[in-house]
């Protein structure tokens, strides 16, 4: 018999649709359930490709006797964290604060006013490695509420003004300066690993937002060891396993300090992020790996991730079945040389295994390895690796797929839209644009409503019920405004604009500047979640700064310009100390530093061969954060080509920055030296 998770959209939460226990989705019903029966909440959060979230519903939430107790002692509340990252938030810095680690599943018990008093995360089937078995943590927090319930209730209340408590303190509203950003530098360096590129050591994540930072601080600067830096941990992780070799795209991080074994998850929010990254890192250098990599990512995104409706689907599981029935960690990914020897015969195989570095022993476990690209002397055949590639990667379309998470998250949508549209028009790839654009109307069409709030998720076309949060509403213009620049049209500036007006009269706070997470206007939690350090995507309080700066520069606006300013205050205060968490934040306050310098190209039309040689040299311009618009010279489409007549006739490019203009020319070669290619 279903429980009541059979009705939500979260694939999460319907992956838990049939467990014995009687869940609830986060509602104000489930705790009025739990005062009414005199009992505690009991609130799981996790997420559909998390592998520790299966372990643990299958040890213990499919376990009847397990479900029973449940049933009988709490009310069970489940959570998707990408649903709900204002729940997830919450709870995750009392679980931080009480535990000094935190992750997912996270377990947490709560009284039915939603005040968290006991804490955890993974709690396994029977008691392991000093760890207590979940049956007996079920059993101590019963007997506790029953027996010690004023203990519990003071301990609840402490932790909640605790966490009141925890109010961020980030100095005044000013924006960083060239010393803040060299210190940043600085800490940067002092953490990276010169060895195998990234920063600290294992596990390893993919350092996108930093990347970002890197590549704008040498673009303005010209820092060589900026540049450097970016550059050997893109290759490293080019050539590691955390990338599939085969068919493009990112794992989520790399369990190793090497890259070579990944957590086999593939997010949209990495993928997006990276392949934005070395489509920049291609814009700065030329590389032809970082130019591969860009476009495989993306034709991945599409070709996996893209759904019936044009939206991009949250994730792919990192497990798979082995063709065993079993599901395993990594199964569809990794092989054995005898495997390779079935798909590709004795001579081939032996090639495959010396390019992959694929070994009799194996990098991962049971003999199997990660297809990776060692360093290695001596020359291969490109025709002979490439068909290679195209027999491993057809046999391998032939096993088990690793499950996908279908839901459809606003933010992370803006994030793919942006890296679509750049791919796309940086490498003449039309079709990418296209994704881009067709991602971007599902956002209008299912997530906007006509006060251009954002719902956060959709699924199969049909709107969630969660409204969506501050970092929603910034990925959302971020995405919004790449593609105003790539293509001309100026509703995209538009909505991005309704969106940044909901940033800055329901997510700011007037008197200081700082951001929240969630709206004046939504659901009251126990505390209203503020956390301005990026994490496996840009907070939305740093992607905010970025689309605030970005439409301020195009529009002229004051007030978008001042609040983007004014937010970048905690990117002062923290980017020297803790760069690694602040990425974004340091990117957008390059941006700020830089201008940003505002383009407009003026010709007959886009279609002109004038036109849009002048709009790609634009688009390629390395300026930090630098804001371009195209039209005709009548055009009302952007605020930047009022007044911007042709040259002599001839398609013109207008640069200002600082409130200065440069001299509007036809030439290229002037304009791309401007913008600092």
């Known amino acids: 018999m279903p429980n009541r998770l059979a009705h939500e959209t979260s694939p999460y939460l319907l992956q838990h649709a049939d467990n014995p226990v009687d869940w609830w989705p986060w509602s104000a019903e489930a705790f009025e359930e739990a005062?009414?029966?005199?009992?505690?909440?009991?609130?799981?959060?996790?997420?559909?490709?998390?592998?520790?979230?299966?372990?643990?519903?299958?040890?213990?939430?499919?376990?009847?006797?397990?479900?029973?107790?449940?049933?009988?002692?709490?009310?069970?509340?489940?959570?998707?964290?990408?649903?709900?990252?204002?729940?997830?938030?919450v709870y995750m810095e009392?679980?931080?604060?009480?535990?000094?680690?935190?992750?997912?599943?996270?377990?947490?018990?709560?009284?039915?006013?939603?005040?968290?008093?006991?804490?955890?995360?993974?709690?396994?089937?029977?008691?392991?490695?000093?760890?207590?078995?979940?049956?007996?943590?079920?059993?101590?927090?019963?007997?506790?509420?029953?027996?010690?319930?004023?203990?519990?209730?003071?301990?609840?209340?402490?932790?909640?003004?605790?966490?009141?408590?925890?109010?961020?303190?980030?100095?005044?509203?000013?924006?960083?300066?060239?010393?803040?950003?060299?210190?940043?530098?600085?800490?940067?360096?002092?953490?990276?690993?010169?060895?195998?590129?990234?920063?600290?050591?294992?596990?390893?994540?993919?350092?996108?937002?930093?990347?970002?930072?890197l590549l704008r601080h040498h673009a303005r600067t010209g820092a060589e060891g900026a540049l450097q830096m970016a550059q050997d941990t893109c290759e490293r992780m080019a050539r590691g396993g955390i990338y599939d070799q085969l068919g493009g795209g990112f794992a989520r991080y790399s369990v190793d300090r090497d890259w070579i074994v990944p957590h086999f998850e593939k997010m949209l929010y990495d993928n997006a992020l990276l392949c934005r990254?070395?489509?920049?890192?291609?814009?700065?250098?030329?590389?032809?790996?970082?130019?591969?990599?860009?476009?495989?990512?993306?034709?991945?995104?599409?070709?996996?991730?893209?759904?019936?409706?044009?939206?991009?689907?949250?994730?792919?599981?990192?497990?798979?079945?082995?063709?065993?029935?079993?599901?395993?960690?990594?199964?569809?990914?990794?092989?054995?040389?005898?495997?390779?020897?079935?798909?590709?015969?004795?001579?081939?195989?032996?090639?495959?295994?010396?390019?992959?570095?694929?070994?009799?022993?194996?990098?991962?476990?049971?003999?199997?390895?990660?297809?990776?690209?060692?360093?290695?002397?001596?020359?291969?055949?490109?025709?002979?690796?490439?068909?290679?590639?195209?027999?491993?990667?057809?046999?391998?379309?032939?096993?088990?797929?690793?499950?996908?998470?279908?839901?459809?998250?606003?933010?992370?949508?803006?994030l793919a839209i942006a890296a679509l549209a750049e791919t796309g028009a940086y490498f003449d790839r039309p079709d990418l644009v296209e994704a881009a654009l067709a991602a971007a109307d599902l956002l209008v069409r299912l997530h906007l409503d006509e006060q251009a709030r954002l719902t956060r998720t959709s699924k199969d076309g049909h709107a969630g019920a969660n409204a969506g949060v501050l970092e929603d509403y910034a990925d959302v213009a971020e995405g919004f405004l790449a593609l105003a620049s790539v293509t001309g049209e100026g509703v995209w500036l538009e909505f991005a604009g309704f969106l940044l007006d909901h940033v800055l009269a329901?997510?700011?706070?007037?008197?200081?500047?700082?951001?929240?997470?969630?709206?004046?206007?939504?659901?009251?939690?126990?505390?209203?979640?503020?956390?301005?350090?990026?994490?496996?995507?840009?907070?939305?309080?740093?992607?905010?700064?970025?689309?605030?700066?970005?439409?301020a520069a195009h529009t002229g606006s004051g007030p978008h310009r001042t609040a983007a300013e004014r937010s970048l205050g905690v990117v002062k205060a923290l980017g020297p100390r803790v760069p690694r968490f602040i990425g974004w934040g340091l990117a957008a306050a390059e941006a700020a530093l830089d201008g940003p310098r505002e383009v407009a190209i003026v010709g007959p039309s886009l279609d002109h061969?004038?036109?849009?040689?002048?709009?790609?040299?634009?688009?390629?311009?390395?300026?930090?954060?630098?804001?371009?618009?195209v039209g005709a010279p009548e055009s009302d489409e952007f605020p930047l080509l009022a007044d911007r007549p042709l040259v002599g006739g001839e398609p013109a490019a207008y640069v200002c920055r600082n409130f200065t203009c440069d001299a509007p020319t036809t030439e290229v070669e002037r304009l791309r030296a401007v913008l600092g290619d």
């Open 35 to 89: 005062r009414k029966r005199n009992v505690p909440v009991l609130l799981s959060i996790g997420y559909s490709s998390c592998h520790w979230c299966h372990v643990m519903a299958h040890e213990s939430f499919e376990d009847q006797e397990t479900a029973e107790y449940l049933n009988a002692h709490y009310v069970s509340v489940k959570v998707d964290r990408e649903e709900r990252p204002d729940v997830d938030a």
């Open 94 to 213: 009392a679980v931080q604060a009480a535990t000094g680690h935190g992750g997912w599943p996270m377990t947490v018990f709560l009284t039915p006013d939603a005040e968290p008093f006991y804490f955890g995360t993974y709690f396994p089937p029977a008691p392991r490695q000093g760890m207590p078995s979940f049956r007996q943590v079920l059993q101590g927090v019963h007997r506790a509420w029953e027996e010690r319930r004023d203990e519990v209730t003071e301990v609840a209340g402490k932790i909640v003004r605790d966490l009141a408590g925890r109010e961020i303190s980030y100095g005044d509203a000013r924006m960083p300066g060239e010393q803040e950003l060299a210190q940043a530098l600085l800490a940067l360096t002092r953490e990276y690993d010169p060895q195998r590129g990234g920063f600290g050591g294992a596990p390893k994540f993919p350092p996108s937002m930093v990347l970002e930072f």
């Open 277 to 414: 990254v070395y489509a920049h890192l291609w814009r700065a250098t030329g590389s032809e790996l970082a130019r591969r990599v860009a476009l495989e990512t993306a034709d991945f995104m599409v070709r996996e991730l893209r759904t019936a409706e044009g939206g991009f689907a949250s994730a792919l599981d990192a497990d798979s079945d082995d063709g065993t029935g079993k599901h395993v960690e990594g199964a569809y990914y990794v092989w054995t040389p005898e495997q390779l020897r079935e798909v590709l015969g004795e001579q081939d195989a032996e090639l495959a295994a010396q390019y992959f570095g694929v070994t009799e022993e194996g990098t991962f476990e049971h003999g199997q390895s990660v297809l990776q690209l060692p360093q290695q002397d001596g020359l291969f055949d490109a025709g002979k690796i490439a068909s290679i590639r195209e027999r491993l990667l057809a046999a391998r379309t032939g096993r088990p797929a690793p499950g996908r998470d279908d839901k459809v998250v606003a933010a992370w949508n803006g």
């Open 506 to 551: 329901r997510f700011t706070d007037e008197e200081s500047g700082a951001l929240f997470d969630t709206a004046a206007d939504a659901e009251r939690l126990i505390r209203r979640p503020q956390d301005p350090t990026d994490n496996a995507a840009p907070s939305g309080w740093t992607a905010a700064a970025n689309a605030l700066l970005s439409y």
């Open 609 to 629: 061969e004038g036109t849009r040689t002048l709009h790609r040299t634009a688009l390629l311009g390395t300026a930090p954060g630098a804001v371009v618009a």
